[in-house]
């Protein structure tokens, strides 16, 4: 599988089942915890940070006041060094060197400077504000003389929290000796706690909804024909009682299998018994028929022309009902052998009986089966392939005799074959008048027939087919020729039959 189909199946995979479901709930639930806690917290806490910055915005200007007019900037180094600040005192005006369209002149701010303590190079342009004492006396009502301001200061890439005091005749940048941690290292702990939350979490739910997961195992089981295992029963919940519920549906539905073949078996025979003693009763009459033929004939030779030739008819009148008879007798023994046929493959838990065979043999085989001798092979491979011999000889016969039924021409049915990338392809190809194009989607389904309703039938000929072609992952594609008839041509790969063989 590639990487996209790979992506694709495991981005549906989240979606398309219970399981991904409930992944993707604990994900958004876990997101939306955890930027609720944030703005709830941020809110709750965000009135008492402005009453405690407008405090520390008064501190701030009443350090740098102690201070005086004459600055000792060894005393005011002691101080900053003891509470681990580095601090910068500039002119007044500098803030001219911060414009719209600032270009930074070391040259120029270092002339403004008039004493730093601050380790590296950095430019006083650099600090962005976020807080200052003009909001927060408009909001608290508390009388900062001076402006203050809090912000960030950015050195060398990395960002330092800074206060800006305004004292006439001096602008004093105060930075903390503390660089604020990376942003995603800020978030790692709350999303590793997250993820660990949502996989505990995730882990719990798999294991109180594991009996759903086994019993969809367990349906796929029955599909390929296992009637007998039982779904494991865990705990007392809920899904507990469906497990047992489903084990009881399985068990009803093999008795009621059984009886179901038992059924049709006994119905098979029942009608087969007097079908045989018709057949046998009507060959007991033909060898009278032919007695009276012969004496017919005899009369005719000793000139009594008028009781010969009566018995003559009366033979023949005999023969043509017997035909008809056993005609009829036919056509019923091939509707029950169809009939069973279809309820057997109609079952899900069919399994195949794999051979190997050659495909010539099979073919032959289903010739041999067929009423239709008006056959022409073209070209059959005998190289040995894998299938269920039997389904496929009635699936070949069948088109044959449909050929015979619905397409009678002089003209021999056609059967060719090939392989080719690694499938098997046999075709039937008849010179008929075709199917009706409304019916090519339809034709394949149990009792669907054609528009000449004079023919005997069911439609079960070709949903046989369908059938035998699905139980071997095979195919089956009829299509009108341009130049007259029908072509009809299964297929099934060596691969999948192997696979239903193991």
């Not at 609720?36 to 350090?63: C, P, R, S």
């Not at 099979?362 to 239709?372: E, G, H, M, T, Y």
């Not at 999948?496 to 193991?502: L, P, R, V």
């Amino acid at each position: 599988m590639s990487t996209s189909n790979r992506f694709k199946s495991t981005f549906l995979w989240w979606f398309t089942t219970l399981f991904g479901r409930l992944g993707v709930l604990f994900a958004v639930a876990a997101s939306v915890l955890v930027l609720g806690t944030y703005y709830i917290v941020n809110w709750a806490v965000a009135e008492k940070d402005n009453i405690l910055d407008a405090h520390d915005a008064y501190y701030h200007y009443q350090f740098v006041q102690s201070w005086g007019d004459a600055l000792d900037t060894t005393q005011i180094k002691k101080e900053l060094e003891n509470l681990r600040i580095f601090g910068s005192i500039l002119y007044l005006n500098a803030d001219t060197l911060c414009t719209e369209n600032y270009a930074h002149n070391p040259e120029k701010e270092k002339n403004l400077t008039f004493w730093s303590n601050i380790k590296g190079p950095f430019s006083f342009c650099d600090y962005i504000s976020y807080q200052d004492s003009d909001y927060l006396t408009s909001i608290h009502n508390i009388s900062i003389p001076e402006y203050v301001s809090f912000g960030d200061l950015y050195i060398r890439n990395e960002v330092y929290p800074a206060t800006l005091i305004e004292n006439d005749p001096w602008q004093v940048l105060l930075v903390v000796d503390y660089a604020y941690p990376k942003e995603w290292f800020t978030f790692l702990p709350i999303m590793f706690l997250s993820i660990l939350f949502m996989a505990i979490l995730f882990l719990f739910i798999w294991r109180f909804l594991k009996p759903i997961n086994i019993m969809q195992k367990r349906i796929a089981d029955l599909e390929k024909g296992d009637l007998d295992s039982k779904i494991k029963i865990r705990g007392r919940d809920e899904l507990a009682t469906l497990s047992q519920n489903f084990n009881n549906l399985t068990s009803e539905i093999k008795h009621l299998l059984k009886q179901k073949d038992r059924l049709l078996s006994e119905v098979s025979h029942e009608f087969r018994t007097p079908l045989a003693k018709i057949r046998l009763l009507l060959e007991m009459i033909r060898p009278e028929n032919r007695i009276k033929k012969q004496q017919a004939i005899t009369q005719a030779i000793f000139n009594i022309p008028r009781f010969g030739k009566s018995i003559k008819k009366e033979a023949m009148d005999v023969e043509d009902k017997i035909n008809k008879i056993d005609k009829q007798v036919d056509y019923l023994d091939t509707i029950i052998k169809n009939v069973l046929v279809l309820d057997t493959l109609d079952a899900p838990y069919a399994n195949l009986n794999i051979e190997t065979i050659s495909i010539e043999d099979l073919v032959i085989q289903a010739i041999d089966l067929s009423k239709n001798k008006n056959v022409k092979i073209i070209n059959i491979n005998k190289k040995k392939v894998l299938c269920d011999v039997v389904k496929l000889s009635i699936v070949i016969r069948n088109l044959l005799d449909n050929a015979r039924k619905y397409a009678p021409t002089k003209r021999p049915v056609e059967i060719d074959s090939k392989i080719q990338n690694e499938k098997v392809f046999i075709s039937v190809r008849d010179f008929g008048p075709g199917v009706d194009e409304e019916l090519l989607k339809n034709i394949t389904k149990a009792y669907v027939r054609g528009r000449d309703r004079s023919k005997p039938g069911f439609g079960l000929g070709l949903s046989i087919c369908k059938k035998v072609m699905d139980s071997h992952n095979g195919n089956l594609k009829i299509e009108n020729m341009k130049e007259g008839g029908c072509l009809f041509t299964i297929s099934w790969s060596h691969r999948m039959a192997n696979q239903k063989k193991d």
